[in-house]
């Protein structure tokens, strides 16, 4: 019997009763029936409310850092036991390297979120966005913007093609932001999904209700959301639109971010002739974006813009390179170089697209329409031509599958033209190795689209290529493409957070932020802080240092021995005659040294190190006589999970003799956790 797909929901596996009308989903290659899938019975209600309240409870008692590190825990779980998906993966049609893209690539998403989650992140609950706003003068009234995680579900609907990439892509920064997640993966390659999932929820390291999985229809999902929702949507331009026109998204509150299949353009330059590196970059990607994935990808190349003196010789090569590179088979089958579609329904959808590109004036000068005999959705590639470039339905009508279309242009901005014409972009790419075409281009362009590869001579063998998305960059793009956004590092972990402005006192906003704003509440140091390990390090521990006066001498030596003899440190007349200087003055940096010396406490202890500084700010000149001294101040304490040491971050101030403020600056220094580890 044909096995029916679970849906993982409410931390237990689920499955439809007997009776359920399900859909049935075929091997790719064979039609052998793969599963039977089927949500019916199955309460939506139930499933957010339990993501909104035991997965936001679970995921609220954990730090930023610690869900990072729950992310790589869970990227290796994965990598453990990827044969088992790569053997599934098969059944969709895709190729050994295909599910390595898939697979592997949606595994590296994890580790990416882990590690720029530790990295980017504090380790706590709370993100602070931009600098501190100063609301009055006496510094008692401050503002800052914060982020916080949204109290509801991430709910996240994925396409077909990346069964294992798009639901990681969406769930890493979801978690990474501390909200639950809802898979609904895509039905033809939903078995694949589930098995990532089984994985996953088998390794014993999801807090509970963090992830649930919809096997099947989520017609009703939008009478069960609520403000506070996230809904991610990966798939066609007209299901986007309609999905964004619910009440729920219009007045509801629920957020919407929609990721959708565009008429992505690849430009290649006047001078990127076929004996240039960029010519033959060029047509090694096309055929890429062509055949990976048998072309099923929402950033493959549908549009090839090329000059009108290279379009034969794009042909031609483009012809050459598929007869020698490009076997069409079962990816079971050694040699199979290009999978079938995800199914023949989808291959006679691409079928009538094609129809519409040909009778819109394209024609057909590689491959062909012909279906081969016997059972998959095999299809071999095919690249038409249009004689009018500025045609209609080339811009509009998208064949999503082994398919692209060669137009020509005439110069810089005729490329232009014919690239902002597909409406908006997931991804345009531009091979060519001339900045006066390649610069002007880009800036015209990059309003149309989320992403610009530049591809030249110096990386056609290092870029990760046009249809590539990374997740530390930007996926998504404007108008066609959906208007929303994927990835792109920690702003896609934003995308699940609320920024807001908090107004307080310096008290107040160090005891929401965590962070110690000038003017709260500082504990004069007992024992010196540099003294203190981590688990004893308090926020606001506090130490203002003796005076010391700066000499002509110390300014002098500091000049000799530096080699910094710069004329406002050594030449009095000069000095006076610059207007930010009463005469000679001592070096910034020779300042930030005595402070250290003032603060610093010299024997062995849990201080491990000092890192660097940030936001060093010259404020008062000193001159020759001045006397100054520094106030220290613990800010920020950021523990690391997995060593046995933390970072603080130290409000530094120098002032001088009159209480004016010399310099500020942020002294960042390795502690360790315990006096017993120190």
């Known amino acids: 019997m044909t096995r029916t797909l679970d849906s993982y929901v409410a931390d237990a596996w689920w499955t439809p009763s007997p009776a359920a009308v399900g859909t049935e989903v075929r091997d790719a290659s064979t039609d052998d029936v793969v599963a039977t899938v089927s949500s019916e019975g199955l309460d939506l209600g139930v499933v957010l409310s339990h993501a909104r309240t035991v997965g936001q409870k679970s995921l609220s008692r954990l730090t930023f850092h610690q869900r990072g590190v729950l992310l790589k825990q869970l990227a290796l779980a994965l ?22 893209v898939d697979i592997d690539g949606g595994i590296g998403v994890l580790f990416t979120y882990s590690g720029k989650g530790r990295r980017e992140l504090p380790n706590s609950t709370v993100q602070l966005d931009g600098p501190l706003e100063v609301l009055a003068k006496d510094g008692s009234f401050l503002g800052r913007h914060i982020r916080t995680t949204l109290p509801g579900a991430a709910v996240q609907i994925n396409a077909f093609n990346f069964p294992v990439w798009g639901p990681l892509e969406k769930f890493a920064p979801a978690f990474l932001a501390g909200m639950p997640t809802v898979i609904k993966p895509a039905t033809p390659s939903a078995y694949l999904t589930e098995h990532m999932v089984r994985i996953l929820v088998e390794s014993g390291l999801l807090p509970d209700g963090s992830l649930q999985l919809v096997s099947g229809s989520v017609r009703e999902l939008f009478a069960h959301t609520v403000l506070g929702d996230v809904v991610s949507f990966t798939g066609s331009a007209t299901t986007a639109d309609l999905l964004r026109r619910h009440d729920a998204v219009q007045t509801g509150g629920v957020i919407f971010n929609a990721e959708t299949d565009s008429i992505n353009a690849s430009v290649l330059g006047p001078d990127a002739t076929p004996d240039t590196p960029e010519f033959a970059g060029y047509v090694r990607q096309l055929v890429a974006e ?12 549908r549009r090839a813009i090329v000059p009108e003196s290279l379009a034969d010789d794009v042909v031609e090569a483009v012809r050459d390179r598929i007869a020698a590179k490009t076997v069409v088979g079962d990816p079971r089958t050694e040699g199979a170089t290009m999978g079938a579609l995800a199914s023949t329904e989808q291959r006679d959808e691409v079928l009538r697209q094609v129809g519409k590109l040909v009778h819109g004036g394209g024609e057909i000068v590689v491959g062909s329409t012909d279906v081969p005999t016997g059972p998959g959705a095999f299809l071999e590639p095919i690249l038409l031509r249009f004689a009018d470039s500025r045609a209609e339905r080339v811009h509009d009508t998208e064949a999503f599958g082994p398919v692209s279309s060669i137009l020509t242009y005439a110069d810089a901005d005729d490329a232009a033209d014919l690239v902002i014409r597909g409406g908006g972009s997931l991804v345009t790419s531009v091979a060519s190795a001339d900045p006066a075409f390649v610069a002007p281009l880009t800036r015209r362009v990059a309003s ?39 990835l792109g590092g920690v702003r896609s972990v934003f995308h699940h957070m609320q920024r807001t402005a908090v107004q307080g006192s310096p008290e107040m906003l160090t005891a929401v932020t965590g962070v110690w704003h000038t003017g709260a509440r500082a504990n004069a140091a007992g024992v010196h802080p540099f003294r203190k390990a981590l688990d004893e390090l308090v926020i606001g521990d506090q130490i203002v240092s003796e005076e010391r006066e700066i000499t002509l001498e110390d300014i002098e030596h500091f000049a000799e021995f530096t080699g910094d003899t710069f004329y406002a440190h050594m030449d009095e007349e000069a000095a006076a005659a610059n207007p930010f200087f009463p005469g000679r003055v001592a070096h910034g940096y020779l300042l930030v040294s005595f402070a250290a010396g003032l603060f610093v406490s010299p024997e062995p202890g849990p201080v491990l190190a000092n890192y660097g500084l940030e936001n ?63």
């Not at 036991?81 to 895709?94: I, M, P, Q, V």
Request: aromatic share 6%; charged share 25%; glycine share 10%.
């Open 448 to 486: 149309a689209n989320g992403r610009i590869l530049l591809l030249d001579r110096e990386n056609t063998r290092t870029s990760t290529g046009h249809g590539s998305p990374l997740p530390m960059l930007v996926h998504g793009g404007p108008g066609r493409a959906g208007g929303g956004e994927e």
């Open 616 to 678: 060093l700010r010259f404020v008062t000149p000193v001159s020759p006589g001045d006397r100054v001294r520094v106030t220290l101040t613990a800010k920020q304490i950021v523990p690391r999970e997995t060593d046995d040491y933390g970072e603080v971050h130290w409000d530094a101030v120098l002032t001088n003799q009159d209480d004016e403020q010399v310099a500020t600056y942020d002294v960042l220094t390795l502690v360790s956790k315990s006096a017993a580890v120190a």
């Open 79 to 100: 990598q453990e036991r990827k044969d088992e998906l790569y053997e599934l993966s098969f059944r969709t049609g895709a190729t050994k390297t295909d599910s390595w």
């Open 290 to 301: 062509m055949t990976t994935k048998a072309g099923q990808k929402c950033t493959a190349i």
